[in-house]
Structure formats: structure tokens, C-alpha cells
């Protein structure tokens, strides 16, 4: 009886977590992709961003989201910082698998 307890735990947790993570990417990916293709019209295609430092994300980033409290209403600075956030995490990844 405790195991069948335990696995329905945790099969409702992990479809908890799965529906939240759905939930997330569903609905960041057409925000993500727009930001994408804003930067690929306004500088090109490449890969350009692959070879800056995390550190440039991070400021940008940064830079993005106190324009965002400022002035609230503009919520593409919000969007721009979370893929700023997103290369970041892309390119330390990619450092630190070779």
C-alpha cells in the first residue's frame, strides 16, 4: 500500500512539473522566436551572439529590464532580457561542455 502511494505521488508530481514546464515553453517560444528574428533583421543573419562573453548578455540583460521598470508598458524590454538571460545560459553551456 505505501508503494502504490508513493508512486502516485510521485506520478502526479512529475505531471505537475511537466504540465508547468509545458505550460512555460508554450508560452515563451513565440516570444523568444519574435526577439530572434527582431535581431536577425536588425543585424543580420549569424551566430554572432554565440561569441560574446556571458558577461555582455548579462549586462544587457540587465540594461533591458530596468528600461522595463521604468516604463512598464514597453514589455519588450521584459522579453529582450529573458532571451538575453537565455543566450547567457546557451553560451556558458556550451563553454563549459568542451
Known amino acids: 500500500m505505501r508503494v502504490i502511494r508513493w508512486v502516485v ?3 502526479v508530481h512529475t505531471f505537475r512539473l511537466y504540465r ?3 505550460m512555460l515553453l508554450r508560452d515563451a517560444y513565440p ?3 519574435e526577439v530572434m528574428l527582431y535581431g536577425t533583421r536588425k543585424y543580420g543573419w549569424g551566430d554572432a551572439w ?3 562573453p556571458v ?3 548579462l549586462r544587457h540583460a540587465s540594461r533591458h529590464i530596468q528600461e522595463f521598470l521604468q516604463d512598464r508598458d514597453n514589455v519588450r524590454h521584459l ?3 529573458v532571451v ?8 556558458f553551456i556550451g563553454r563549459h561542455q568542451q
Do not use: C, F, G, P
Open 9 to 11: 505521488r510521485y506520478v
Open 20 to 22: 508547468w514546464t509545458w
Open 31 to 33: 516570444i523568444v522566436k
Open 50 to 52: 554565440l561569441y560574446e
Open 55 to 57: 558577461e555582455s548578455h
Open 79 to 81: 522579453h529582450h532580457a
Open 84 to 91: 538575453r538571460v537565455l543566450m547567457a545560459v546557451v553560451v
